[in-house]
């Protein structure tokens, strides 16, 4: 073997030693249920690592309603280019013009993934007169997005918007403009950001641009499924209010609410769009109509509220912090080793629960992730909660 070879297939082997080897499952699907075939427990398991919030991806209705009422044979299954090019179907400018309305903003840009979304406009609006400060947990597509970018960067901590705003004031004469990022929902932990406090340090600071990534926020927070920024009332004060699609809204993608001119600017700099076949006009369709109906599926918003607060209070009975304030439930065993005999233990039990290890998060924070969708039943989480007892 060459050098390289011979650190991959080292590496690989040290992996594997540690517990840190990830291995694509080969899974079957069957609404919430996945059976996993080449896995240990071969019964189906209801799974709680999906992000169909909504419960909308496995709904054979919805899917049937589409099909029927969207002229779905008028509709490609391939853009066959880029959307400067030949690709810009009609579909695409109908569905942004109904986001930009939703959100009542100026306008709004689809986007090919929410990697996409994040290490493209970030490296297209920033520059060595721009400082980024970013909430420490940050989404890695975010960190790596700012990589791109080549600006000073600093990440202050986690939620700590006091740190935030002295940042603030120290650097404000020194660059021409600063972006404030984070999560409004944080992957891992799920615990929720003060958008309206963020808003509030935006306005107090002329040069201060404000990036939120709604992924997992939009269409399960606020009255009509617009997020966090919609439930802290702050949707016009978000000068790059982004989500991806391919979680709660069931299909793939990303978007940005934004300014005219700043998707303008975007469209003539975003390297990753410029540079992309565009995401087939049939998807672009069903994004459309996910998001005509997403004010309707309020009682799935409520009814996730309620079982994502049965789980925390378990949890927290058990005397384990749990931070999270929203579907995304972490139970922290602080080991890979604890985490994937967790997992293990739940899988035998018939549920889904995937560790999560170094280096997804920080050593010492390995975890249990419990990702609940509107689809899971009251009894299904006491059963859940029965469980969960036995885990230490």
């Not at 991959?8 to 059976?35: A, M, W, Y």
């Not at 600006?151 to 403009?177: A, G, P, T, W």
């Not at 789980?311 to 602080?334: A, E, Q, R, Y």
Request: charged share 25%.
């Amino acid at each position: 073997m060459n050098h390289i070879e011979t650190r991959i297939h080292n590496e690989l082997q040290e992996l594997e030693k540690s517990g840190g080897l990830r291995k694509l499952p080969d899974i079957i699907h069957d609404g919430k249920f996945v059976t996993i075939k080449d896995g240990k427990y071969s019964s189906p398991m209801l799974n709680l690592s999906s992000n169909d919030y909504l419960g909308i991806a496995s709904e054979k209705e919805i899917q049937e309603d589409f099909l029927t009422n969207s002229r779905i044979a008028d509709i490609p299954f391939t853009s066959s280019s880029s959307r400067l090019l030949s690709g810009n179907y009609q579909i695409y400018q109908e569905t942004e013009s109904l986001i930009a309305k939703k959100f009542e903003r100026e306008s709004s840009l689809l986007l090919g993934s929410g990697y996409q979304m994040n290490t493209g406009i970030l490296p297209a609006i920033a520059d060595k007169n721009t400082l980024v400060l970013a909430d420490k947990l940050v989404h890695a597509s975010i960190i790596d997005g700012i990589r791109l970018t080549g600006s000073q960067c600093i990440r202050f901590r986690h939620q700590d918007y006091e740190q935030l705003e002295m940042l603030v004031k120290k650097y404000y004469n020194s660059y021409s403009s600063i972006i404030i990022i984070t999560e409004s929902i944080f992957s891992m932990d799920g615990d929720v950001a003060d958008l309206k406090l963020l808003s509030e340090i935006k306005r107090k600071y002329p040069i201060v641009m404000l990036y939120v990534d709604e992924a997992h926020g939009i269409g399960v927070r606020g009255e009509r499924g617009l997020g966090v920024a919609e439930e802290q009332g702050c949707i016009n004060d978000i000068d790059f209010l982004c989500g991806t699609l391919g979680k709660a809204l069931a299909s793939a993608g990303a978007y940005v609410v934004c300014s005219s001119d700043v998707r303008q600017y975007l469209i003539n700099k975003m390297r990753p769009f410029i540079f992309t076949t565009a995401l087939p006009p049939v998807n672009i369709a069903w994004t459309g109509y996910i998001f005509s109906r997403l004010e309707e599926w309020n009682n799935r918003r409520k009814h996730l509220s309620l079982i994502s607060r049965m789980v925390k209070d378990k949890i927290t009975s058990m005397g384990i912090n749990c931070i999270s304030d929203s579907h995304i439930i972490p139970f922290m065993l602080g080991s890979n080793e604890k985490a994937i005999a967790a997992s293990e233990l739940m899988q035998k039990e018939g549920y889904y629960v995937l560790p999560i290890r170094q280096p997804t998060v920080p050593a010492g924070s390995e975890r249990l992730r419990f990702s609940l969708t509107a689809s899971v039943t009251v009894n299904e989480v006491n059963n859940l909660n029965d469980k969960i007892e036995t885990i230490i």
